[in-house]
């Protein structure tokens, strides 16, 4: 089905780059303000690693962080060009020769426990994670490799290296979960609160939606087919998404940190969902392009309105008014074998609590 959208002569087209996009206006609501206020203490002087650094999350983390002169920043990434990207934005080198860069595999759990036993951490943000719901749905045991066995092995390696803090960085998908993605990140939320009821730090997850921007997601995908000409595919006119900024999402990562108890998932307000429909025309707007939009049927795993609070969660908000304090059970990694099954099972499907 194709949904024609011609708002001027193409001749006119605009050729932007995502830091020329209004991302406010696409999204309906402003940035979150720049006090970092609960920061300053939980990370200053502090040793913080950072997996998935190489990402636009993880990269975003490193950047803030370092405003509140920690000891040190270890940048952990098995992208070794996304590492050199990261340091150059941060140290405005890429030489690769210094310890703030450090190459390794989540899945590699011998590696990840040397690392965290010689660096010594005391704050970890675990943003490594494997992302694109529908190949996930196709190669579910990359998903259950990274997002589960992966996570496992990093909160235990910064258990025994006695990491104070951990933030494991979640997903809406893991709330109410129907696919792949959403299950293997909700598995991840209960092994951390397994990993605080044992250790008894704050060890805690953070779950938001879409952060528009970030390598891979819709906004560059749809910059990129308009520029380039092509019609832009969205799921179905009515489908919406939470969406957030990189750099709102990372302020507010840092303050769950800050604000976190033993084994809570925090998750942040991202104001009123919207229309993937209206960001794909704003889009079109923007650029002045002649532009289709077709639409192509939502995907298996995917919901025509995303959640951002589970079935039997609270939204209560004792601390921050843009963060709210929910639980999950605790999982212990024991268990795993168990759970295994529920990656597997058919499209649509809710792993149960």
């Known amino acids: 089905m194709n949904h ?7 001749s006119r087209r605009k050729h932007l780059a995502l830091d020329d996009i209004d991302i406010a206006r696409l999204i309906g609501h402003a940035s979150a303000p720049s006090d970092l206020e609960l920061a300053a203490d939980f990370l200053h002087g502090r040793r913080v690693l950072v997996t998935g650094a190489g990402g636009s999350i993880g990269s975003e983390l490193c950047r803030q962080i370092r405003r509140f ?8 990434d098995r992208d070794e060009s996304a590492l050199q990207a990261v340091q150059v934005s941060i140290a405005g080198h890429g030489l690769l020769d210094t310890r703030d860069v450090v190459l390794a595999d ?57 990491v104070q803090t951990f933030v494991n960085i979640s997903t809406d998908k893991a709330a109410n979960p129907t696919s792949v993605l959403g299950r293997t990140k909700r598995l991840g939320e209960r092994l951390t609160a397994w990993a605080a009821s044992t250790t008894g730090n704050d060890y805690v997850s953070v779950r938001f939606g879409n952060v528009l921007g970030s390598r891979g997601s819709m906004l560059p995908l749809f910059v990129e087919l308009i520029q380039c000409g092509l019609p832009v595919t969205v799921t179905h006119p009515d489908a919406t998404r939470y969406f957030m900024s990189i750099p709102e999402a990372c302020h507010l990562v840092i303050q769950a940190g800050a604000t976190a108890g033993p084994g809570e998932v925090l998750v942040l307000d991202m104001g009123e969902p919207v229309r993937i429909l209206d960001v794909a025309e704003s889009l079109i707007a923007e650029l002045d392009a002649d532009a289709d939009i077709v639409f192509s049927g939502l995907r298996p795993g995917e919901k025509l309105h995303e959640e951002l609070i589970g079935e039997g969660e609270s939204d209560e908000r004792p601390v921050h008014p843009k963060i709210s304090h929910a639980s999950v059970p605790p999982l212990c990694p024991t268990a795993l074998d168990e759970e295994r099954w529920t990656i597997d099972r058919a499209p649509g499907t809710r792993v149960p609590a």
Do not use: C
């Open 69 to 76: 002169e920690p000891a040190e920043v270890i940048m952990l």
């Open 4 to 10: 024609s959208f011609r708002p001027t002569d193409p």
């Open 106 to 162: 989540i899945r590699d759990r011998a590696a990840i426990a040397a690392i965290m036993t010689e660096r010594r951490p005391e704050v970890v943000f675990h943003a490594a994670a494997l992302k694109h719901l529908p190949m996930l749905e196709q190669y579910p045991d990359e998903a259950w490799k990274t997002n589960v066995v992966g996570t496992r092995d990093v909160l235990e390696a910064a258990a025994a290296a006695q």
